[in-house]
């Protein structure tokens, strides 16, 4: 195709996120300052070439002023950023309160919230509320933005209600809806009081994308079982009206990590780590401080493992690098004194003057740091209680490949599909199994982590998040096209 000034046609693409890639912070009244994050979905979307493609979120900052707001909207327009602005009460009712104390918790399995369980207290009605209202208003700058012919391509467990309310201004919007997490077993999905509400309104999308297979099943079931419905090869059908669903696993911008490790800064830190760390094994965990990413329990089996092997206490390190994360949330609270304390216990026990066993940081690090990071690290160790993929696991993987260290990886986490074959898989609940498999990895030989690696490696390399992104767009609008069909038919 060609657009009228001979340039190669390009469909838009509409991605629709809670969250949008870049963070703005107010330098003064009209005045402000973004920066781009990297995240996995970010950089997919840099890479793809053949969607031109805009970004419509949440800032994540409260912008209560119409003249902060029109100076924000016109900052972000540069970055092709669509804002959707949200007021404080409604962030911690739909995002503090129902994404991330409600959907979040359930669908990694750790159940809903005690309080709710009842169903009849007025916050989980209100957050609920304050969930559609919050869909709606993204929708409705979809809609002010949206142009015949584009996709529009919605993410995540914030926006369950979004295909629906965009099915509802125009029934002919090619609608996609990811998830990024698990999609739990129906049985965890039918205790959510509004369990059938939002089934129905993902069924809305004309295709609906997992992880994995075993995530993609889990939402067919629960769409027969929940709501009567036949659930059929391709997806999910509706008196005659097929929903697709399938699997698209992510992957990574594998490319960055490796060039990265080239550069003269990057080969500095990793220089100095080597040096700072020249008498030790360095084992790495990299997490969102989230409770999913299973941190006290990891902290539990390396303690168990010094116990154990007194050869290894004064020649193994855990760097912890713990990102805070929804901080607002009591929850995530709780979790990082809980995880101070563990810290605080080991290193107590098998510290000495000069050593401790943990280094533990609240912190995230910039991109060359963690690329060093993970250049110099002989064991990761990626002990999720759930996780709908876990890129850390792909990003470890990218930067060795020189050193070709071993992966410790929750069967719980969507990459056990994929990176299973090259990493020691392992229940994370498990203390006992997690600590007898630091001491497996820590004692591997030399031949068998460079076959372990390159398997990964490979995986890692080429299954890249920008084919994720082209595959699930071009099956999209397959899928749009195969429905006008099957209805002129
Ligand atoms: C997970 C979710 C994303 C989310 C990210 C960070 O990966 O799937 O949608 O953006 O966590 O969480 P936050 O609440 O800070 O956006």
């Known amino acids: 195709f060609e657009s009228p000034d001979g340039e190669p ?3 838009r ?3 629709v996120a809670n969250r949008l890639p870049v963070s703005a912070i107010r330098r003064g009244e009209e005045s402000w300052s973004l920066e781009i994050s990297a995240g ?15 970004w419509i979120g949440w800032a994540g900052v409260n912008v209560p002023d119409e003249a902060g707001q029109k100076a924000l909207t016109k900052a972000l327009a540069e970055k092709r950023c669509i804002p ?9 009712q739909y995002y503090n309160g129902y994404c991330n104390n409600i959907l979040w918790p359930l669908f990694h399995y750790l159940g809903l919230p005690q309080e709710d369980r009842l169903a009849t207290t007025r916050s989980f009605q209100s957050q609920f509320a304050a969930y559609k209202k919050a869909n709606q208003m993204f929708a409705s700058v979809v809609n002010e933005h949206y142009e015949e ?3 529009v391509w919605c993410h995540d467990y914030h926006l369950m209600f979004l295909p629906q309310c965009l099915k509802e201004y125009d029934s002919k919007m090619k609608v996609g809806w990811f998830l990024h997490t698990p999609f739990p077993s129906s049985e965890i ?24 297979y075993d995530y993609a099943r889990h939402f067919v079931s629960a769409c027969t079982r929940i709501l009567g419905l036949e659930g059929t090869p391709e997806g999910v059908e509706d008196h005659g009206r097929l929903t697709r669903v399938a699997a698209f696993p992510i992957g990574i911008d594998s490319d960055r990590f490796i060039r990265a490790l080239e550069l003269p800064q990057v ?5 100095e780590l080597k040096e700072r760390f020249s008498e030790r094994k360095v084992m790495l965990g990299v997490d969102r401080l989230d409770m999913i990413k299973g941190i006290p329990q990891k902290l539990l ?9 007194a050869y290894w206490r004064d020649k193994v390190v855990l760097l912890q690098i713990a990102v805070p994360t929804r901080t607002d949330v009591a929850e995530y609270q709780k979790l990082t004194s809980q995880v101070h304390e563990i810290v605080g216990r080991i290193n107590g026990r098998f510290g000495s003057l000069s050593a401790v066993p943990i280094h533990h940081l609240d912190r995230s690090l910039d991109f060359h740091a963690l690329c060093a990071l993970y250049a110099v690290t002989d064991v990761a160790l990626v002990t999720s209680l759930r996780d709908g993929m876990n890129l850390v696991s792909y990003e470890f993987v990218a930067c060795q490949d020189s050193k070709k260290g071993v992966l410790i990886l929750s069967e719980f986490a969507g990459a056990a599909q994929s990176l299973g074959a090259g990493a020691l898989l392992v229940n994370p609940w498990n203390i006992t199994e997690v600590a007898s498999s630091i001491g497996q990895a820590l004692n591997m030989r030399a031949d068998e982590r460079e076959k372990r690696h390159d398997h990964n490696f490979y995986h890692v390399t080429t299954h890249t998040a920008q084919e994720w992104a082209e595959t699930f767009v071009s099956e999209l609008n397959d899928t749009v096209v195969e429905a006008q069909q099957r209805i002129r038919e």
């Open 149 to 151: 012919g584009d996709v």
């Open 84 to 92: 959707v602005f949200l007021d404080e009460e409604l962030v911690h």
């Open 9 to 11: 046609f390009k469909q």
């Open 301 to 309: 089996a390396f303690e168990k493992f010094l116990e154990e092997n």
């Open 40 to 54: 996995g979905l970010v950089s997919a979307l840099l890479g793809v070439k053949e969607f031109e493609a805009r």
């Open 189 to 212: 999905h039918r205790t959510l009081p509004s369990r059938s509400e939002l089934l129905r309104a993902v069924l809305a999308a004309d295709l609906v994308g997992f992880h994995t």
């Open 13 to 15: 693409l509409l991605v």
């Open 267 to 271: 080969q500095e830190h990793i220089r």
